[in-house]
Each structure stands twice: as structure tokens, then as C-alpha cells.
């Protein structure tokens, strides 16, 4: 079965600090993998994805992730958090078929403090 | 901008009164999609329109319904809305392989 862990609910991190959120997938072909954001009483905003090729792919707001087959993670990194990025973060799986349904991670919540 | 619009934001309705979403997409997506989002969880899809073909989820329960007229606009109807129907419901759309775009959800209040 298709599914997404998030191992981590909640993240602290200070202003200016690096971050990794942790993404690993469970999927039976070559997956499509996605990151998106989520504002407070807002919906998804799409921050990158992986589709083929390069396994290190730049996203925006200064966001990336590495695609790592061997361990089934997709993990989102930023070098320098800044206080606007608090929000929640989704990892998302799903096949590049017609309907691209996709399967969600719990989420994890980054505060960022001053 | 082309976008995902959602109205209303916010929609409070009274416990078996039925009630009615709306998304409309300016993208010319030909998939549209319905999420449930409960506090602090990940979105559940409901159901999704590939062009006027409606795929329905397994779990989702026969309360929920879905129409598409045009390419541009999709409802989700509730016919007798629970305590436990009360959540931010998410519209989305994609075309092709993309990725999908969200509205930014109406949030679902039962009293």
C-alpha cells in the first residue's frame, strides 16, 4: 500500500538556522513526490517536486529536497529559516497517471522562533 | 491570475441543513478534486472529476456528492451534515501529469 511518514509533528527551529524536514514513502513504482505548504486558514501551495532526473531539485522560497531511492525519503532542506516560513509542511506521493491522486504525510508543523 | 477560487471561506450551517461548496478554476484544468481537511490532519480526498468522469473515493460516505457542469466549476454538496462533517474542505485541480493547484478551502462549521 501507498503511504507517507512524517516521523516529526512538530519542528522548532530558530530564525536564521537550517532546516530538514523528513519525508519517507512506501510506494510499488517510481513515485512522483511532492512538498507543499500550508499557511494557517489557507490551502496548499505546491513548494517543488520530483518527477525524473536530477535528485536534488530547488523549489520556491528558497526551499529544496533530495530524492534518496536507496532509503525511500524525500527530505526538505533550507539553509536560513526565516520567521515567515512557519506553517505547516506535507509530503506528498502519488503516480503520474491521469488524476494524479496523491497520497498526503500527517504533516509536520514548523514553529520558528525569534 | 489564473487560480482555484473557493466561496465561501467560511460557511456555518445548522446540524441535517444541507449545504453546498463551490470551486471554480481559471487554469482549463480537466481534473478536479475534493479534499477534507479535520484540524491537524492531512488532507483526505473525497472524490475527483477527470473531465466530467466522477471518481469516488471507497471510504467517502454517501452524504457527500459532487457535481461538475463546466469545465470551470465544481460543488460539493452535503445533504445532511453531522458534528463530524465540520472541517475545511479543499478544491484542486490538475491537468496531465502537473501538479495540483488548491484553493485556499472553506471551512465548514456545524451548529
Given at each position: 500500500a501507498q503511504s507517507v511518514t512524517q516521523p516529526d509533528i512538530h519542528i522548532t527551529v530558530s530564525e536564521g538556522a537550517s532546516l530538514e524536514l523528513r519525508c519517507n514513502y512506501s510506494y510499488g513504482a517510481t513515485p512522483y513526490l511532492f512538498w507543499y505548504v500550508q499557511s494557517p486558514g489557507q490551502g496548499l501551495q505546491l513548494l517543488l517536486k520530483y518527477f525524473s532526473g536530477d535528485t536534488l531539485v530547488q523549489g520556491i522560497k528558497g526551499f529544496e529536497a533530495e530524492f534518496k531511492r536507496s532509503q525511500s525519503s524525500f527530505n526538505l532542506r533550507k539553509p536560513s529559516v526565516h520567521w515567515s516560513d512557519a506553517a505547516e509542511y506535507f509530503c506528498a506521493v502519488g503516480p503520474?497517471?491521469?488524476?494524479n491522486k496523491l497520497v498526503f504525510g500527517a504533516g509536520t508543523i514548523l514553529r520558528v522562533k525569534s | 491570475d489564473a487560480m482555484v477560487i473557493q466561496n465561501p471561506r467560511y460557511q456555518v450551517t445548522q446540524f441535517g441543513k444541507p449545504v453546498t461548496l463551490s470551486c471554480s478554476q481559471t487554469l482549463n484544468h480537466n481534473v478536479m478534486y475534493w479534499y477534507q481537511q479535520k484540524s491537524s490532519q492531512a488532507p483526505k480526498l473525497l472524490f475527483h472529476y477527470y473531465d466530467k468522469d466522477f471518481n469516488n473515493e471507497a471510504d467517502t460516505p454517501d452524504n457527500f456528492q459532487s457535481r461538475r457542469p463546466n469545465t470551470s466549476f465544481c460543488f460539493l454538496d452535503i445533504r445532511s451534515p453531522g458534528l463530524g462533517d465540520a472541517a475545511m474542505y479543499l478544491c484542486a485541480t490538475s491537468r496531465d501529469q502537473q501538479p495540483q493547484h488548491f484553493g485556499d478551502g472553506t471551512r465548514l462549521s456545524i451548529l
Open positions: 503520474m497517471e491521469y488524476g | -
